[in-house]
């Protein structure tokens, strides 16, 4: 998809050449008021590679080895590039920017030139003294009101990687369309006029008494003016503005509100037997009630709650309840290890695994064992000087430091993946391919699969 504007492409290579002006607090020196902060506008600028040299970076980015030459001396990419650019130094500078290849500029998706702004960003990449916090900023100012945002995905050795996702404007995060039952209402089903959740698990009555007793501890008592049009005022608070927005929401009166015990022991008895998932709705809500002063205190308390009863939940300071990632593969280690990989088709697609299932959006999940199958295929012909056969058996013989009975393990798990992968519409979406009927299993697949690439990247050379 092609959602960056004709106006912001330009902007960002205007940024990518030549920065940007942005202001500086600079501790000055005055006459009359001795040394004083002062705002000054300055010049923002950092090459867009970093601590490498410009070949170097677009390797990170585009298989150069593979791609075709302009110039019919050279067989490939990288000899014309090393020829122009360095030999006889004759292209213009920031070439790459007007190269078709590339597809920065008029390429069908904006995948090329996201991936570009984060790779300026990328740890290996960006000198740490930089002004690299600044162009974070900078590309976002840009890039959000055409959909998109750059954010940190994970870290290596304690430092942010950066990827690209759409962007959803924090004023609609508590709209109907996000909140945690849309987010995740493949998850969420109707069987027999029944309410059937798939997703919080097995949270009991006394974990849902904790979270509402939280809840009613943060009414924050506030005034409001339920008609424009009219000058009377009504006392009301955080809570019920939630729950009234919330049964807007769902259409009907699932919680009542205008009963005169609304914050009794047995109104928070009904309150605590509400569907647990349209209790994550009237947290939400609630957290866009409160004032900035509470947010803080009421997203630890929740939070404490959701540790203490071994839920995999937190409330981010975004307000969105969103499911951790704890006990599987995909941790800091994994991320160190892709940003190791030299070879940049198996770099990027698995970067964009992870990205993927990071995202809280049951679809993401989905797109993310697409990739990471992917990821596999690609690692299955690592040794260019083999066939796929040869390079897969290469690996194997790597990871398995020549023991028989190891090298028999790797050798069915990689088949046993494979098969996954031609079995199930994962890769493949023929008819005749196996419908995963539980978006759960997706989970499990992507673990599963990474949990050998994670392995095996570690001996490729």
């Known amino acids: 998809m092609r959602q960056i504007s004709e106006v912001t492409r330009q902007d960002l290579f205007d940024i990518i050449q030549h920065g940007f002006s942005g202001k500086q607090i600079v501790h000055r020196n005055t006459s009359d008021y001795g040394y004083i902060d002062v705002e000054e506008e300055v010049h923002i600028y950092m090459p867009f590679n970093g601590r490498l040299g410009e070949i170097e970076f677009i390797e990170r980015l585009y298989p150069l080895n593979d791609m075709p030459s302009t110039d019919r001396r050279y067989e ?23 190269d078709e290849r590339f597809e920065l500029k008029n390429g069908f998706t904006d995948d090329p030139i996201l991936k570009f702004l984060c790779e300026m960003l990328h740890p290996a990449v960006r000198k740490e003294d ?88 943060f009414k924050e008592p506030t005034i409001v003016k ?35 015990s609304l914050f009794d022991i047995s109104y928070e008895d009904r309150l605590a037997s509400l569907f647990i998932p349209y209790l994550f709705d009237i947290i939400e809500l609630q957290y866009n009630e409160l004032s ?56 990027a697609l698995l970067d964009e695994a992870v990205a993927l299932h990071r995202q809280p959006r049951i679809s993401a999940h989905k ?41 028999t393990l790797f050798d069915s798990e ?8 031609n079995k199930y519409r994962i890769r493949h979406h023929e008819t005749d391919r196996f419908e995963i009927s ?3 299993y997706y989970d499990y697949f992507f673990n599963r699969c990474l949990s050998l690439i994670a392995l095996a990247i570690q001996y490729i050379e």
């Open 130 to 217: 930089g002004p690299w916090k600044d162009y974070v900023e900078k590309f976002n100012e840009l890039l959000k009101p055409d959909g998109y945002e750059i954010y940190a995905s994970y870290r290596i050795s304690d430092r942010d990687v950066y990827k690209f996702r759409e962007y959803v404007d924090q004023d609609l995060s508590f709209s109907e369309r996000c909140l945690f039952t849309n987010r995740y209402k493949e998850l969420i089903q109707t069987t027999n006029g029944q309410l059937v959740d798939n997703i919080c698990g097995e949270i009991g009555y006394k974990t849902q008494e904790r979270l509402v007793s939280i809840m009613a501890k």
């Open 414 to 421: 990689f088949k046993a993946l494979t098969d996954i992968g």
């Open 76 to 98: 490939d990419a990288k000899g014309d590039i090393y020829c122009h650019t360095i030999s006889f130094n004759d292209w213009p500078e920031f070439w790459f920017l007007d």
């Open 438 to 440: 539980d978006v759960r």
């Open 292 to 347: 900035s002063a509470e947010k803080d205190d009421f997203r630890q308390e929740i939070n404490g709650a959701f540790k203490k009863s071994s839920i995999d939940f937190d409330l981010s300071d975004n307000g969105l309840i969103v499911q951790r990632i704890e006990h599987e593969v995909l941790d800091n280690t994994i991320g160190e290890n892709i940003g190791k990989i030299k070879e940049p088709g198996l770099r």
């Open 367 to 407: 797109d993310a064992v697409e990739k990471v199958w992917d990821a596999l295929e690609r690692l299955k012909t690592h040794y260019t000087s083999f066939d796929k056969k040869g390079s897969t058996e290469k690996v194997i013989s790597n990871i398995s430091n020549g023991k028989a009975e190891f090298e």
């Open 226 to 260: 339920p008609n424009r049009y009219d000058n009377y005022e009504v006392k009301t608070d955080a809570l019920r503005l939630a729950i009234e927005r919330f049964i807007t929401i769902v259409g009907y009166q699932a919680i009542d509100v205008n009963t005169d």
